[in-house]
């Protein structure tokens, strides 16, 4: 199957997504999301720098979806504890996968 374009097609449908959830929730509620996403983010980012690389975050409302892929179960529970400390979070989906065969959103777009 030929990958030319599938980024093109991630970051559309990303886009499209986003649009939605910003219809459905509006301004004040898309902000607070944006606000959650970023302290993950940088709880990520000062834990340990994989965790920021090897993990999506989607936060609609304050519910938080974490996908991915990360190499051992110590990590991934860490990703779910980081994110039950930012304030506003309301529910954590985990959805990271654990072991060492799987592809993150940043291993699709460098194979696109």
Known sequence: ??????????????????VA???ERG???????????AEIWQKFLAKDEKLFLDIEIE????????????????DQLE???LSWQVG???SVINEIEVGSNGFSLVDLLVIC
Do not use: K, N, Y
């Open 79 to 81: 990703a779910v504890r």
């Open 59 to 74: 936060v609609v409302e304050g519910e938080v979806l974490l996908a991915g892929h990360v190499p051992d179960v110590a």
């Open 88 to 90: 506003g979070v309301r």
């Open 21 to 23: 959830a910003f219809q």
């Open 1 to 18: 199957m030929p990958l030319s374009g599938c980024a093109s097609f991630v970051i559309g449908a990303g886009a499209t997504a986003g």
């Open 27 to 37: 301004l004040d509620g898309a902000v607070s999301d944006t606000a959650i996403t």
